[in-house]
């Protein structure tokens, strides 16, 4: 990557909010934070106020518009807002709310007829890199166990209609099995990771989904196992919560800024 590339950002909480003290810091050569959508002028103040050089308050178009890269981190019910100006403008859309392109898959399509790009981060998760090299060959399965904290999932409606009652559970209580597809309709905010799991390997239809309340825990916790013509693996991770969004693990915004660095970076290592 040659010149300077402007970026905005959509949405000033936890993802957004580090990424951009990190633009602004100088920490990700390369691009310049050029405006940020965040959901009140008060707000846009509010991460303007930590920065050295203020960004521009801008609209959705005007993001599109104004940059040749966007990220998204908006709550999912805003996501199509952003991405449909985006992709029309023909740019670099990078999505956090992955789960959103299970639901709306026909922006992939509509990204290639506008010349667009989607980027996926790993965000919160891990293995990404050896997945997509097994997917160059034959993948026979991928199954992935999300285990939250109770309070994580309890608010859920699906609990309700299933008949799950979470309160007081002492043990590990799983409540959902299912393809990415099927659990994505009923947990939409704990499917994230999953959604890009099922977009780097073998689809949503394709990759399995196990989600258990865990009682024990105090971290989301996420295995993947894979099992393939070239490999077998497993991998793990346990996320610690960020302080602004105990919701969005840590690691979720660093990942963010790993991909960026990576687009000027001289020596490039993993797929
Ligand atoms: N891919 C992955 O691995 C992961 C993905 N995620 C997903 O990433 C997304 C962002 O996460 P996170 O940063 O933690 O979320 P936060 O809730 O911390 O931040 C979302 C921000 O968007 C702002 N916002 C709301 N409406 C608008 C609007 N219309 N225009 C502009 N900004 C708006 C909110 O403002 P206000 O607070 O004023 O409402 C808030 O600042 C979520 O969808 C989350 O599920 C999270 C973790 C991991
Ligand atoms: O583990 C996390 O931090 C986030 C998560 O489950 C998801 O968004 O799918």
């Given at each position: 990557m040659?010149?300077?590339?402007?970026?905005?950002?959509a949405g000033?909480?936890?993802i957004?909010a580090?990424?951009?003290r990190?633009?602004?810091?100088?920490d990700?050569?390369?691009?310049?934070?050029?405006?940020?959508?965040?959901?009140?002028?008060?707000?846009s103040d509010?991460?303007?106020?930590?920065?050295?050089?203020?960004?521009?308050f801008?609209?959705?178009?005007?993001?599109?518009?104004?940059?040749?890269?966007?990220?998204e981190?908006?709550?999912?019910?805003?996501?199509?807002?952003?991405?449909?100006p985006?992709?029309?403008?023909?740019?670099?859309?990078i999505?956090?709310?992955?789960s959103?392109?299970?639901?709306?898959p026909?922006?992939?399509?509509?990204?290639?007829?506008?010349?667009?790009?989607i980027?996926?981060?790993?965000?919160?998760?891990?293995g990404?890199?050896?997945?997509?090299?097994?997917?160059?060959?034959?993948i026979?399965?991928?199954?992935?166990?999300?285990?939250?904290?109770?309070?994580?999932?309890?608010?859920?409606?699906?609990?309700?209609?299933?008949?799950?009652?979470?309160?007081?559970?002492t043990?590990?209580?799983?409540?959902?099995?299912?393809?990415?597809?099927?659990?994505?309709r009923?947990?939409p905010?704990n499917?994230?990771?999953?959604?890009?799991?099922s977009?780097?390997?073998i689809?949503?239809d394709r990759?399995?989904?196990?989600?258990?309340?865990?009682?024990?825990?105090?971290?989301n916790?996420?295995?993947?196992?894979?099992t393939?013509?070239?490999?077998?693996?497993?991998v793990a991770?346990?996320g610690?919560?960020?302080?602004?969004?105990p919701?969005?693990?840590?690691?979720?915004p660093?990942?963010?800024?790993?991909?960026?660095r990576?687009?000027?970076a001289?020596?490039?290592v993993?797929?």
């Open positions: 040659g010149n300077i590339q402007n970026i905005g950002i000033t909480g936890a957004g580090k990424v951009a990190a633009l602004d810091q100088g990700i050569p390369g691009f310049h934070l050029a405006g940020v959508a965040a959901s009140s002028q008060a707000r509010e991460l303007n106020a930590t920065l050295s050089k203020p960004a521009p801008m609209s959705f178009g005007d993001l599109a518009r104004e940059c040749d890269w966007i990220l981190c908006l709550p999912p019910a805003q996501f199509v807002d952003l991405a449909r985006v992709l029309s403008a023909g740019k670099t859309l999505v956090l709310s992955c959103q392109l299970l639901e709306h026909n922006l992939i399509s509509y990204a290639q007829e506008q010349g667009a790009r980027v996926v981060p790993s965000g919160a998760m891990l990404l890199d050896a997945l997509k090299a097994a997917a160059v060959g034959e026979q399965s991928v199954v992935i166990e999300t285990r939250k904290p109770v309070a994580g999932l309890i608010k859920a409606p699906y609990l309700a209609k299933a008949g799950i009652d979470l309160a007081g559970i043990e590990a209580v799983r409540v959902i099995e299912g393809s990415v597809t099927e659990v994505a009923e947990f905010a499917v994230n990771v999953a959604a890009a799991l977009l780097a390997g689809g949503p990759t399995r989904m196990e989600v258990w309340a865990d009682s024990t825990l105090e971290r916790t996420h295995t993947v196992r894979v393939s013509d070239s490999s077998d693996f497993t991770i346990q610690r919560p960020s302080l602004d969004n919701a969005t693990g840590l690691i979720t660093l990942s963010v800024i790993a991909l960026l990576n687009q000027s001289t020596l490039q993993g797929t």
